[in-house]
């Protein structure tokens, strides 16, 4: 068989999305979009204070633009104390003076359009922080306050309300409820954070409170948001009367397999999705929502479809171990699902909550993970980059949108040796788990500069490893067998080759060698080789055309799959 080499990498920008007519016009766009996440405070800083921010953002997009995706989705940069990465919003209409300001993000979102890039915002409905306006008003106002009813205060039980009103423990360790203290000192009642005491979750029962957000949507609509990403997505109604959950042996909530915990999925927070998505029909440009729901996936058809969620992130394909019957499985469920519900999947590998897929798969298929990679959990970066890519040519041939985490482009790892006090994720903070500061780390862009190009000053609110510097965009840029350049020649291919449109569909293969995963899409042909030996190519694949490799060097040998390694072929 022939394998033609792959088109060489140039330093020519591959043709993105159509530049100047703004927004590319295929209906409904976000079924096959590929959305670029950007962490705000780690992408790049333009002020040159350590902290990314969002004139930052709009000098890099052409990086984007090159890079081929259809969208960028911004995790929050709103008004925040950042004691949960901006996700504990003080005001959901502005923008935190880290970042920049509201002038600044009509500049990124106009600057974005201009370059065929749609902007995704992050809303956060579940709670807001306790330096929101309507939270301070609530503890200063005293017991009387109507604020108090936004959120949601109970009186503690025991003699005096000494024990939080429930056993509900919060997702960052602890109890999910912390007591107030009143201005003349007596203790007040107590309040309800599933997140991190400085997260008060609101209140869903009040209609101020949909209001509130009604106008927050429109507000973000108004100034050419395209969608929203909605953060908690399952979390803002809870259970009537706030029952205790059932506890295990060790007095921890027990959630068994395949459930969530008894404040998640609860059927009001239907209602919710049923409210906006009038408001986001009644704008003109397609705009949309994706939920970050982790529910029970029989419960997904009740989020998504034309009146409630356009889409919701499908974490399942994260989870995934490597390996052919693992991952396979979390291909063929969502796939399933979501031929029922008539909206496409998403697809997922890493994202700012998540260890970085190029260290995730530098360990043994069954290493148990805690959370955040602790500093003896030492992968195999190589083999890990390896599978990480291919796990990607596996993603991007899949149908329905897939959504990119920055840096992983670059083949970023997780970084474990952050000094503790620098480390700044509540969980880490209460609980003394590493947390999610090791994906955080700001990006390299130019390998020779401070802060590897991060800012000018060489200023970075974690410290980058040298490891970044290799890794760095101008690095990679022209570079044959990069990271990047096989992210830009897969994003090309796919919306070339429409791989994200649903009309070729996926037909696994049947009886292939064992460690190989194969599937078809019309006439291109995915081969994932899990196995840590070269696999050679089926005789009916001679002479097909090597579309995509992802090892970084050409097979071994002409007419193989190398080990951890995919291609994309074109039969003949
Ligand atoms: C999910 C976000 O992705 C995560 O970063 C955040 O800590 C929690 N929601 C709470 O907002
Ligand atoms: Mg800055």
């Not at 990119?404 to 003394?432: F, K, N, T």
Request: aromatic fraction near 8%; proline fraction near 9%.
């Amino acid at each position: 068989m022939t394998l033609h080499a792959p088109a060489p990498a140039s330093t020519a920008p591959l043709p993105g999305p159509d530049a100047g007519t703004a927004v590319h016009e295929a209906p409904e766009w976000w079924r096959d979009a590929v959305v670029y996440q950007v962490y705000p405070r780690s992408f790049a800083d333009s002020d040159g204070d350590g902290m990314g921010d969002l004139p930052g953002i709009t000098s890099r997009l052409p990086h984007l633009r090159d890079l081929g995706v259809d969208a960028i989705w911004l995790s929050p940069f709103y008004t925040s104390p950042q004691k949960d990465g901006g996700y504990d919003v003080a005001d959901y209409t502005d923008v935190d003076p880290r970042f920049g300001s509201l002038a600044d993000a009509d500049a990124l979102i106009a600057r974005a359009h201009e370059l065929g890039l749609r902007v995704i915002v992050d809303i956060v409905p579940n709670h807001s922080s306790d330096q929101h306006e309507l939270f301070r008003r609530a503890i200063e106002g005293g017991p009387g306050a109507p604020e108090r009813d936004l959120y949601v205060f109970r009186d503690g039980r025991g003699e005096h309300g000494e024990l939080p009103p429930n056993n509900w423990t919060s997702i960052f360790h602890g109890p999910a409820w912390t007591r107030i203290t009143e201005a003349d000192g007596t203790p007040g009642p107590w309040y309800l954070h599933i997140f991190d005491t400085s997260q008060p979750d609101w209140n869903w029962e009040h209609p101020a409170v949909h209001e509130l957000f009604q106008d927050v949507l429109r507000f973000w609509l108004d100034r050419g948001a395209d969608g929203f990403r909605v953060d908690v997505a399952h979390g803002m109604v809870k259970p009537e009367g706030l029952p205790d959950a059932t506890v295990n042996a060790e007095g921890l909530i027990d959630i068994p397999e395949g459930e969530v915990p008894v404040y998640f999925d609860n059927d009001g927070v239907l209602d919710i999705y049923r409210e906006w998505r009038p408001i986001l029909d009644s704008y003109e440009g397609e705009r949309m929502m994706v939920l970050e729901a982790w529910i029970p996936e029989h419960r997904l058809p009740l989020y998504i479809g034309p009146a409630e969620a356009h889409q919701s992130f499908n974490f399942g394909f994260l989870q995934a171990r490597w390996g052919v019957e693992t991952m396979r499985t979390a291909i063929e469920e969502p796939l399933a699902l979501a031929d029922a519900v008539g909206a496409p999947t998403t697809w997922v590998l890493s994202n700012h909550d998540v260890i970085r897929h190029a260290s995730r798969y530098g360990f043994p298929p069954d290493h148990a993970f805690g959370e955040g990679l602790a500093r003896d959990e030492v992968p195999d970066a190589e083999l890990g980059l390896l599978r990480a890519r291919a796990a990607t040519l596996l993603m991007l041939s899949l149908p329905g949108s897939a959504y990119l985490y920055q840096g992983e482009e670059l083949g970023l790892p997780e970084v474990a040796d952050i000094p503790d006090h620098l480390r700044e994720d509540p969980s880490h903070l209460r609980a003394g788990v590493p947390g999610r500061d090791g994906c955080r780390v700001p990006l390299p862009w130019s390998g020779d500069a401070p802060a590897f190009g991060f800012s000018s000053t060489g200023s970075s609110w974690l410290p980058q490893p040298a490891v970044f510097g290799e890794l760095a965009v101008d690095r990679q840029i022209g570079v044959e067998g990069s990271t990047l350049e096989m992210y830009r020649r897969a994003l090309h291919l796919r919306r070339e080759l429409r791989l994200g449109r649903p009309e070729a569909p996926v037909a696994f293969l049947e009886d292939l060698p064992e460690g190989l995963l194969g599937l078809t899409r019309g006439d291109v042909v995915v081969l994932v080789n899990t196995s840590e030996q070269e696999i050679p190519l089926a005789e009916d694949l001679a002479g097909a055309e090597l579309l995509l490799a992802s090892a970084p060097s050409a097979p071994a040998a002409p007419g193989t799959i190398p080990a951890d390694a995919a291609l994309w072929l074109r039969r003949a």
